[in-house]
């Protein structure tokens, strides 16, 4: 069973970097039948899709974040990586990863991980 | 951009009422339209694909109809654990959008 995990810093500076990891387990990343990619929920606000990648490499990005993020993905360590510059306070948000099934059967984000809150904060 | 508008934002009911929560796609998106559950402090849950396939594990008192700019969820007889934030999203373009939600309180 395909599980997803986030990681990185829950506490980024204003103007730096975020920086968090997906990790998957119980599957390939390389499978050529999904798509990996980054949602976020700012407290008691909705869901923003950020970004996703295939595993080869092709990306997609929200066009109100284009400027600021980049997706990537490690097939090696079967985990995908996202990057978002220049934070500010409006990017407090809980960081979800999320696999987006686009098969023959739906187009779906089906599989998420548990969301990694990130504040913004000196 | 193709923007998903929900309705109501918010809406109170009882255990047993049936409930109806609507979607609008600003251009038609066919039948890609999914709808997720969210509970408090929970990830997202698929439970609607395709606009009216239900999700293997989702109880059928869920269902989901429409197709090109309107789409409709409803709970046939609500109960307690369905008591949660519920999303409409579009996978008819790969610059994938969500609905804002509509939440579901209890009354």
């Known amino acids: 069973q395909v599980q997803l995990q986030e990681s990185g810093p829950g506490l980024v500076k204003p103007s730096e970097t975020l920086s968090l990891t997906c990790t998957v387990s119980?599957?390939?990343?390389?499978?050529?039948?999904?798509?990996w990619g980054w949602i976020r929920q700012p407290p008691g606000k909705g869901l923003e899709w950020i970004g996703s990648?295939?595993?080869?490499?092709?990306?997609y990005y929200n066009p109100s974040l284009k400027s600021r993020v980049t997706v990537s993905v490690d097939t090696s360590k079967n985990h995908f990586s996202l990057k978002l510059s220049s934070v500010t306070a409006a990017d407090r948000a809980v960081y979800y990863c999320a696999r987006y099934s686009g098969s023959l059967i739906y187009d779906a984000f089906d599989i998420w991980g548990q969301g990694t809150m990130v504040t913004v904060s000196s | 951009d193709i923007q998903m508008t929900q309705s109501p934002s918010s809406l109170s009911a009882s255990v047993g009422d049936r409930v109806t929560i609507t979607c609008r796609a600003s251009q038609s998106i066919s039948s890609y339209l999914n709808w997720y559950q969210q509970q408090p402090g929970k990830a997202p849950k698929l439970l609607i694909y395709?606009?009216?396939s239900l999700q293997s594990g989702v109880p059928s008192r869920f269902s989901g109809s429409g197709s090109g700019t309107d789409f409709t969820l409803t709970i046939s007889s609500l109960q307690p654990e369905d008591f949660a934030t519920y999303y409409c999203?579009?996978?008819?373009?790969?610059?994938?959008?969500f609905g804002q939600g509509t939440k579901v309180e209890i009354k």
């Open positions: 119980g599957g390939s990343i390389s499978s050529s039948s999904y798509y």
């Open positions: 395709a606009a009216s």
């Open positions: 990648i295939y595993y080869s490499g092709s990306t």
């Open positions: 999203q579009q996978s008819y373009s790969t610059l994938w959008t």
